[in-house]
């Protein structure tokens, strides 16, 4: 609780795209009230007065690059010391000359999205035809240039069975990660898109077979708690504590698996899994929207302060629901009572979607409390695996 993994700023809510899931509601024009370049500058400000590490700075949008003055901002974040990832849409404006002056401006990351291996499915989803060839092209000339990129999966009921396909596409652009985000019922993603919560525990383990892999770093990240879980009891199997009948493999998980299997062309699983595969978990972030509101997370829209009347420090110290969310004491349902609680907690910005209060139990979370008895040394468990963000040691992890 003392400072925030990172802080992902919403720079802006122009976008060229009209993405089905868009948590932003992302529109042609920015806002008027968006957050000004020397108000920008003061939210970097804001982020070194948690002294060193600092948080990372994600930038989000819209699409970031529809600001005149981004390659202004990440250059006076970097000057100051920042680690800077930026996620920009995938539209002209993703060209090689604006790529050029990510990588001189010094950014450490961009993330870009892929929502499907080819451009019907990524497309329909983005809303704009072009898209995915755009997204390839984008990542050829990222390749090209030795800046570092990975690939953002939002899963839904569209996509999910595409994983596989996905993945390996990743794998072919040379992406350094593949985070995969759950879906969570905000902005214009409803809950008609989401995947059922056997299919989340389904997803969850075909997460943690990738995770084994020596290919790239694989991440379930917003909305992906209860993966904690999934990869404490896979690790209690291999370790022969617990029957493999507790991981309730569903026809989702065997066809994923089959069809990774199929698709890794004679290279069999078992030969490229490797125990110094890179794993990372979400980390511990807060969210700045366009106009200097200040959330929880991304996907949990309450206001807890604005960057233009207090500073991101203050607020952080002073926000009750941070630590109430921290706190699995406090938590409802079956998530109070979870033996794993103490490590997952739910995801708390699915709470809020669905049933409007934040310390309710995850609604998509298919585990049963109690099922497999008391469960000793989870936290550490988690460590060992390196699918986690507690302390520290994830930082470079999670850029
Ligand atoms: S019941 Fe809640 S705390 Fe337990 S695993 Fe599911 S989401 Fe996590």
């Known amino acids: 609780m003392q400072k925030p993994v990172s802080v992902m700023w919403e720079s802006t809510i122009a976008c060229g795209l009209a993405c089905r899931h868009c948590k932003a509601s992302a529109r042609k024009i920015p806002d008027p009230d968006e957050l ?32 005149s003055d981004i390659f202004e901002l990440i250059e006076y974040a970097k000057d100051e010391g920042l680690n800077v990832t930026i996620a920009p849409s995938t539209t002209p404006l993703f060209n090689r000359e604006n790529i050029m002056r990510l990588k001189e401006a010094g950014v450490d990351v961009v993330a870009m999205s892929i929502d499907g291996h080819n451009a019907e499915l990524h497309d329909g989803f ?14 050829e000339i990222m390749r090209e240039a030795a800046l570092p990129f990975r690939l953002l999966t939002t899963v839904t009921k569209f996509n999910v069975r595409f994983l596989p396909e996905i993945f390996l596409l990743a794998k072919k652009l040379g992406a350094v990660g593949w985070y995969l985000y759950m879906l969570i019922p905000t902005g214009r993603a409803t809950i008609e898109h989401e995947i059922s ?8 383990n075909f997460i943690y077979d990738l995770m084994q892999l020596r290919i790239m770093t694989v991440n379930a990240i917003a909305g992906s708690e209860p993966f904690r879980r999934v990869a404490v009891m896979r690790r209690l ?7 493999e009948k507790e991981l309730k493999f569903g026809e989702l998980y065997r066809f994923l698996r089959n069809r990774l299997d199929a ?14 595969a890179k794993r990372g978990n979400f980390d511990k972030g807060i969210f700045v929207s ?27 110290a002073g926000a009750e629901i941070l ?9 409802k349902g079956k998530c109070r009572i979870c033996e794993f609680s103490d490590v997952c907690r739910g995801s708390r910005s699915r709470a809020y979607a669905v049933t409007g209060d934040y ?12 099922s497999i008895g008391e469960i000793k040394d989870a936290r550490k468990i988690l460590e060992e695996l390196r699918v986690t963000n507690f302390g520290r040691r994830g930082h470079r992890n999670s850029l």
């Open 290 to 316: 366009k106009n200097g509101m200040v959330h929880p997370s991304s996907f949990l829209p309450i206001e807890i302060g604005n960057v233009r009347r207090d500073s991101l420090v203050h607020i952080y």
């Open 197 to 204: 919560a056997a299919e989340f525990e389904d997803v969850f």
């Open 359 to 370: 310390l309710a139990e995850d609604p998509y979370c298919a585990y049963v409390p109690g």
């Open 263 to 276: 698709l890794l062309s004679g290279e069999s699983f078992e030969k490229i899994k490797s125990s110094r």
């Open 36 to 67: 000004t370049t020397v108000e920008g500058m003061n939210l970097i400000d804001q982020i070194l007065e948690f002294g060193k590490p600092y948080p990372i700075l994600r930038i989000t949008g819209g699409n970031a690059l529809m600001r």
């Open 126 to 139: 983005r809303g704009v035809s072009g898209t995915f060839d755009a997204m390839i092209k984008a990542a």
């Open 323 to 331: 630590r109430e969310m921290q706190d699995a004491s406090k938590l």
């Open 237 to 243: 199997v291999e370790e022969g504590k617990l029957s």
